[in-house]
């Protein structure tokens, strides 16, 4: 009877620890005190002679404590989870350990153990069958649970794409749309039931066809890209659009899910941002920069095709007078009528440009001669002899013309409007309505930039040097956070030099790398003397040239000077423009990358006059955007300008810049820049450049 019983131990311990409710600690705690009962009553057994009851006590009592416990543990687990037969698991349990407990008893009795043994198997399968339902019970309602959490958050994942701001669509492998979210109803004009079962490209078909988006697709792979499509009325709009497809289990494609974010005014802002740095705003036609550069191809086609070109610059005759008189409107109609006069006179020519306030240039294809382009000169200065109707005023505007030739006076762009200008200031000096052609002869200017070019290569040693700061403000508590170092030129004969003037021979003379480096020291130490005064510290920016970062080891020199003066590198702040770090965009981004793991802060200077592309942009370490002060000067009058401005400071902040509006005279100015966002603002309306003593005072103060 000893080895039956063992075995019924055994069976009810591996039956508990295979499907009981018990934890993984309990079945260990339980499995080791029933093993070792069972252990405990075999070498009982075979330590002598028992009686029946004595040798199937302990392993009843072994039964029962196991059933007891397992019973507990099932009631336990019925009251929180109902439904799932644990009652009844445990009722069985009770009677089988009852039945086991009682067992040693019965046995006693020949006429009963039959039935005892009968009653054992029929519990001991029903306890069985029992736990087997439990089992299957719990194992339906997890995955029951699985499956309304899975359908919860397809619902909810169903939603977000309903709701999200993006426009969402879903089609089959065909093309067809099957369901597509608010956002692209709204952008689109198209209603759901218009869209479903329609195909993609004929619903939504402008003016792309991308092969690539055709070949990725192909592929089985995800596509990103820019569209033009075109809405329900007929107009078009640009989409950043996604595809991405769907597989099903035997990695077919059969869906593809098409996410679109509409960038149509952003692509808005970027070109007019792109325009305006190359076209003049008020006339619409190329300004100085990109005049420079149609030149420049002109010069390369002329010199492959052996054909001559002429560049002319016109110059309005004391425009500012009459742009006093006749108010900022007045002016600009009396500009927009001599463009258009002009242009009507310059028919066939390359190209007709703005290149200054009252300065239009002109460039032409030549046989070899001048006497097409005086033909052409005559015929401007014929046109411009006529008076204007400006407002009902009768307005005479006299101009003046210089050209210059190539390949007779130059070969370059520079140096072809640098000769034209030349040619131009003396047709000023001429009569009121006149031109002239470069001559070599002209040296009256030219003996002045030669002699101002030897000068300032002693402009160092001679002490002439020096610089004035300008403070850049907070525009949310007008606080001084910075400074501008900009260079001044004392002339020992001539007094003050324009840096417009001698900055140019700087870079000409090859000059600009021992002023750079001057400049750089001078404002390190400018900087250790104001923290030895006890002034209170702020940053101080200093402009680098194009050649600088072309012709100098710049993080190199950086660190010189930061190590010769003591000075924080987060103190000193590097400004590039906007055409310096584009032009040759990925060696810039390796010389400002080396800059800014010295920890020295970079900003862009001039933003707008050129043309960035924001996607390259973002590549480089730069913490801050100025925003040139041709678009700040007319912010009250012209919403255009405004316009700019705004788009460039949300540009700005999107891509994590701080911006700085250069140029601000008028409080109106500041007013509708602190309400844009802009973050600092530099100009005459709180300073202008001053030396470093007063620029200590102003420090003092703290604001304004």
Not at 260 to 279: G, K, M, P, W, Y
Not at 306 to 328: E, K, P, W
Not at 643 to 665: Q, T
Request: charged fraction near 25%; glycine fraction near 8%; hydrophobic fraction near 45%.
């Amino acid at each position: 009877m000893l080895w039956p019983e063992v075995m019924h131990v055994g069976a009810a311990t591996v039956l508990l620890m295979a499907v009981g409710p018990l934890s993984r600690r309990r079945r260990y705690r339980w499995g080791t005190v029933a093993a070792g009962l069972c252990v405990a009553a075999l070498l009982w057994g075979l330590s002598g002679n028992l009686t029946r009851f004595q040798s199937l006590l302990p392993a009843s009592i072994v039964i029962f404590a196991a059933m007891t416990v397992a019973a507990t543990e099932f009631w336990r687990r019925g009251a929180r989870m109902p439904g799932h037969a644990n009652g009844m698991v445990a009722i069985l349990f009770v009677l089988w350990g009852a039945h086991k407990m009682a067992f040693p008893w019965i046995v006693e009795f020949d006429s009963l153990a039959a039935f005892s043994f009968a009653l054992n198997q029929v519990l001991s399968v029903a306890l069985g069958v029992g736990l087997l339902i439990c089992s299957d019970r719990e194992s339906r309602n997890k995955e029951s649970e699985g499956l309304r959490r899975s359908q919860a958050l397809l619902r909810l994942q169903g939603e977000a794409m309903a709701a999200t701001a993006n426009a969402i669509f879903i089609t089959d492998r065909s093309g067809r749309i099957e369901w597509c979210n608010q956002a692209f109803r709204q952008l689109t004009g198209w209603s759901e039931n218009d869209v479903r079962g329609r195909g993609a490209r004929r619903l939504l078909m402008g003016r792309d066809r991308d092969r690539r988006m055709d070949e990725s697709l192909a592929n089985g792979e995800t596509w990103r890209g820019e569209l033009h499509l075109r809405r329900r009325d007929g107009t078009l709009y640009v989409v950043d659009q996604t595809v991405t497809p769907i597989k099903d289990d035997d990695a077919k494609v059969s869906h593809y899910v098409v996410v679109q974010e509409d960038v149509t005014e952003r692509r808005r802002a970027e070109e007019r941002i792109r325009f305006l740095s190359n076209h003049d705003s008020l006339t619409a036609l190329p300004n100085r920069l990109l005049f420079r550069d149609q030149i420049q191809r002109a010069v390369v086609h002329a010199k492959a095709q052996r054909h001559g070109l002429a560049v002319m610059i016109l110059d309005l005759d004391d425009f500012s007078h009459y742009n006093d008189v006749l108010g900022h409107d007045g002016g600009d109609h009396l500009l927009l009528a001599v463009a258009e006069r002009l242009m009507s006179r310059a028919r066939g020519v390359e190209s007709v440009a703005r290149v200054g306030g009252d300065e239009f240039g002109f460039l032409m294809q030549t046989a070899l001669g001048g006497e097409e382009a005086a033909e052409l000169a005559e015929s401007l200065i014929e046109a411009m002899r006529r008076p204007f109707d400006i407002n009902g005023h009768e307005i005479h505007v006299g101009a003046a013309i210089g050209v210059t030739l190539y390949p007779d006076d130059g070969a370059e762009a520079d140096t072809l409007l640098k000769n034209a200008d030349m040619a131009m200031y003396r047709a000023i000096e001429g009569q009121p309505y006149g031109y002239r052609f470069f001559a070599p002869a002209m040296d009256s200017e030219l003996a002045t930039r030669r002699r101002l070019e030897s000068d300032l290569r002693r402009a160092i040693p001679r002490d002439e040097l020096e610089l004035h700061y300008q403070p850049i403000v907070s525009a949310a508590d007008r606080r001084i956070i910075s400074f501008e170092a900009l260079l001044r030129w004392k002339h020992a004969s001539d007094g003050w030099i324009s840096p417009v003037q001698f900055i140019p021979m700087a870079e000409g003379t090859g000059m600009i790398g021992p002023i750079g480096e001057w400049v750089l020291r001078q404002a390190c130490r400018q900087m250790r003397e104001w923290d030895r005064a006890g002034i209170p510290a702020v940053p101080v920016a200093v402009n680098l040239s194009a050649l600088q970062l072309k012709r100098q080891d710049v993080p190199l020199l950086v660190r010189k000077m930061l190590t010769e003066s003591g000075i924080p590198s987060h103190r000193l702040e590097l400004e590039l423009t906007e055409t310096t770090v584009m032009e040759d965009a990925d060696s810039a981004q390796r010389i400002i990358t080396d800059i800014a793991r010295l920890g020295v802060k970079l900003a862009v200077d001039d933003f707008g006059t050129g043309y960035s592309s924001l996607a390259r942009l973002k590549r480089f370490p730069v913490g801050k955007l100025k925003i040139d002060r041709s678009f700040v000067g007319d912010l009250a009058e012209d919403e255009s300008d405004a316009a700019i401005a705004r788009a460039i400071i949300s540009m700005g902040h999107a891509m994590g810049l701080k911006v700085v509006a250069e140029g601000v005279e008028t409080q109106e100015q500041f007013d509708i820049l602190s309400q844009a966002g802009c973050d600092a603002v530099q100009g005459f309306l709180f300073s202008r450049p001053v030396p470093a003593d007063q620029a200590a005072e102003l420090l003092r103060k703290g604001g304004f």
